[in-house]
T-cell receptor, first 115, second 111 residues
Framework: DTGVSQNPRHKITKRGQNVTFRCDPI?????LYWYRQTLGQGPEFLTY????????KSRLLSDRFSAERPKGSFSTLEIQRTEQGDSAMYLC?????????????FGEGSRLTVL | KNEVEQSPQNLTAQEGEFITINCSYS?????LHWLQQHPGGGIVSLFM???GKKKHGRLIATINIQEKHSSLHITASHPRDSAVYIC?????????????FGTGTLLAVQP
């Protein structure tokens, strides 16, 4: 297992198009997080899964954003009708266990550029 | 005001210098993370601590729960330490499992 994997690493799209990012967490990690990071800022929480259940969703996540983790393994983050403000790095992280203090392992991120 | 404040925002050091990056937070926490992010790269977890001090190689992290403050120290800094260092906290007892991140400290170590 080589860690958390995200793809695509880079995506350039035109405004109004839909994009989907995939995250493959470390196997057996039951918790998966999505974050968004814009230039010069720290990551911002978007949503969180425990197994297949989406337990929390940030107010940053508009109706155009949807995330799934259908079998409790990989997760997808879809953005519909992209806007230029969606341009950012989308980071996925996973951790194991029920404790709130589990160490997080991050993927390399998926960079989105909306033209 | 951000819930997690880091200082300095930018830091330039000469190779070999001792470096300190500070993190202050405004709420009770169950854990604090120090993370490293290289330009264009992913995030690597350096430390997770809830009390005291941890050391790994040339890196040392300390936390003072009463003062709501943590520091990351780098001894004998090297150009390969150049990266963004991010502090993130997890609230104590909250239902949320999200981390609250600082904006990061950009460190450049010159040879």
């Amino acid at each position: 297992d080589t860690g958390v994997s995200q793809n695509p690493r880079h995506k350039i799209t035109k405004r109004g198009q839909n994009v989907t990012f995939r995250c493959d967490p470390i196997s057996e990690h039951n918790r998966l997080y999505w974050y968004r990071q814009t230039l010069g800022q720290g990551p911002e929480f978007l949503t969180y899964f425990q197994n297949e259940a989406q337990l929390e969703k940030s107010r940053l996540l508009s109706d155009r954003f949807s995330a799934e983790r259908p079998k409790g393994s990989f997760s997808t983050l879809e953005i519909q009708r992209t806007e230029q403000g969606d341009s950012a790095m989308y980071l996925c992280a996973s951790t194991l266990g029920l404790s709130y203090t589990g160490e997080l392992f991050f993927g390399e991120g998926s960079r989105l550029t909306v033209l | 005001k951000n819930e997690v404040e880091q200082s300095p925002q930018n830091l330039t050091a000469q190779e070999g210098e001792f470096i300190t990056i500070n993190c202050s937070y405004s709420v009770g926490i169950s854990a604090l993370h120090w993370l490293q992010q290289h330009p264009g790269g992913g995030i690597v977890s350096l430390f997770m601590l809830s009390s005291g001090k941890k050391k790994h190689g040339r890196l040392i992290a300390t936390i003072n729960i009463q003062e709501k403050h943590s520091s990351l120290h780098i001894t004998a800094s090297h150009p390969r330490d150049s990266a963004v260092y991010i502090c993130a906290v997890r609230y104590y007892g909250g239902a949320t499992n999200k981390l609250i991140f600082g904006t990061g400290t950009l460190l450049a170590v010159q040879p």
